[in-house]
């Protein structure tokens, strides 16, 4: 008996040998990612690169905020997300401090307390800089990384996260990386929005991620869910929860011009030259570029406008929905080529059927060029879709 369960106990610890071992959901350790593919907040820009001398980075150019954090809202931060595993990780950042008025963030991981950097960030041309202090842990799965302006004129290029604390190369801080589209309940903080899964985990040590989707693949793979559970299938028919709108095919105000620009270089955009109405919005429908939607499921859309706006004389708007009241669109509009911005509070509730947009004149010179509403919708990239509803 005992020789038979020497056996046999030889026979399993032989097969248990033999067997593969079962696959690991083993996550990446290691990140290198653009603050172009981040969530980027309406109060900063985007520059593109220059060559070998500067990468596209991310600038903020506003008021400070060195006592504590800006108020805690989307516009004031650039949100980095990575699917990582679990452990203690260093952080490395990309950037140009270029004097000691202008070199500090606020940081947060997690949505947990903001934290000051403020040393050794002073560099007049970019340059890799550790985020001071001990690692910071990561949870296993999705984290965030938020940085808030703290001073005005530091440009963020990238951000590099690994585990074993090595800084990157220069080499590194200029090569170009993909952009990776992850879900917005992340992005963004609010419900989940988007359709598509994150990649597998890279077990190569190359990268995986995918390259930035082109406009249209980013407008499909953008939220599908609309109010009260129902998904885009599942709308009524005949009835629609994205809108593509161009400003030159709207209802167009004899005291706005159409133009048309090198910056835009598909379509026309509409601008008012005349004096400004600071207080209030001017009256008469002259003064007024009228979208108007038909085929309207209900709901709360997400609204951005591709708008340019070249300085502080020329970055505002008057804007309402279906004839309400007047709201003054006067903050983190202004950007020297065109851009997609979220309208005053991001979002705006149309009814079934037939909804209007007004955008009255504000200041002179500001350029309207389309608007993109979505329920549930993210920031659009680039020029928008082709799929335009208002044009002929």
């Known amino acids: 008996m005992r020789l038979l369960l020497v056996a046999v106990g030889l026979i399993s610890f032989l097969l248990a040998r033999s067997l593969p071992a079962q696959a690991t959901d083993a996550?990446?350790?290691?990140?290198?990612?653009?603050?172009?593919?981040?969530?980027?907040?309406?109060?900063?820009?985007?520059?593109?690169?220059?060559?070998?001398?500067?990468?596209?980075?991310?600038?903020?150019?506003?008021?400070?905020?060195?006592?504590?954090?800006?108020?805690?809202?989307?516009?004031?931060?650039?949100?980095?997300?990575?699917?990582?595993?679990?452990?203690?990780?260093?952080?490395?950042?990309?950037?140009?401090?270029?004097?000691?008025?202008?070199?500090?963030?606020?940081?947060?991981?997690?949505?947990?307390?903001?934290?000051?950097?403020?040393?050794?960030?002073?560099?007049?041309?970019?340059?890799?800089?550790?985020?001071?202090?001990?690692?910071?842990?990561?949870?296993?799965?999705?984290?965030?990384?938020?940085?808030?302006?703290?001073?005005?004129?530091?440009?963020?290029?990238?951000?590099?996260?690994?585990?074993?604390?090595?800084?990157?190369?220069?080499?590194?801080?200029?090569?170009?990386?993909?952009?990776?589209?992850?879900?917005?309940?992340?992005?963004?903080?609010?419900?989940?929005?988007?359709?598509?899964?994150?990649?597998?985990?890279?077990?190569?040590?190359?990268?995986?991620?995918?390259?930035?989707?082109s406009p249209e693949a980013h407008a499909t793979a953008v939220a599908t869910e609309a109010l009260s559970g129902k998904v885009a299938s599942e709308v009524i028919p005949g009835l629609r929860n994205e809108f593509w709108l161009e400003a030159e095919c709207a209802t167009v105000g004899a005291s706005f011009a159409r133009s048309k620009g090198g910056a835009a270089p598909e379509s026309a955009y509409v601008t008012y030259r005349g004096t400004p109405s600071m207080s209030e919005a001017p009256a008469d429908a002259a003064n007024r570029v009228r979208f108007v939607i038909e085929q309207a499921i209900a709901g709360e859309y997400q609204l951005y406008a591709r708008v340019k706006a070249p300085d502080g004389d020329s970055d505002s708007f008057w804007v309402r929905i279906n004839e309400g009241a007047w709201i003054k669109w006067a903050s983190g509009l202004r950007t020297p080529t065109f851009a997609w911005k979220a309208v005053a509070a991001g979002t705006c509730s149309l009814t079934e059927g037939t909804n209007t947009i007004d955008f009255a004149y504000r200041e002179p010179n500001a350029q309207l060029d389309k608007l993109h509403l979505q329920v549930g919708g993210a920031r659009p990239i680039g020029s928008g879709s082709p799929s335009v509803v208002n044009c002929n």
Request: aromatic share 10%; net charge negative.
């Open 27 to 213: 996550r990446p350790t290691e990140f290198l990612i653009a603050a172009e593919c981040a969530v980027v907040g309406d109060n900063f820009d985007l520059r593109p690169g220059a060559g070998t001398s500067s990468p596209s980075h991310v600038i903020y150019r506003g008021q400070t905020a060195t006592d504590s954090p800006p108020p805690d809202v989307a516009a004031n931060r650039i949100r980095f997300t990575v699917d990582a595993e679990a452990g203690e990780y260093y952080f490395f950042a990309y950037i140009r401090a270029p004097d000691s008025g202008s070199d500090s963030y606020w940081l947060r991981i997690n949505a947990g307390e903001w934290f000051a950097w403020s040393r050794d960030l002073t560099t007049t041309n970019f340059a890799w800089k550790v985020i001071s202090g001990p690692p910071l842990p990561l949870t296993g799965g999705i984290n965030t990384i938020d940085f808030a302006y703290r001073e005005s004129n530091i440009s963020l290029a990238k951000l590099a996260v690994n585990a074993a604390g090595v800084i990157p190369l220069p080499e590194e801080g200029l090569s170009t990386v993909e952009c990776k589209t992850l879900p917005s309940a992340v992005q963004m903080g609010g419900a989940a929005s988007q359709s598509e899964k994150l990649p597998e985990p890279d077990t190569t040590g190359e990268s995986n991620l995918p390259v930035e989707p």
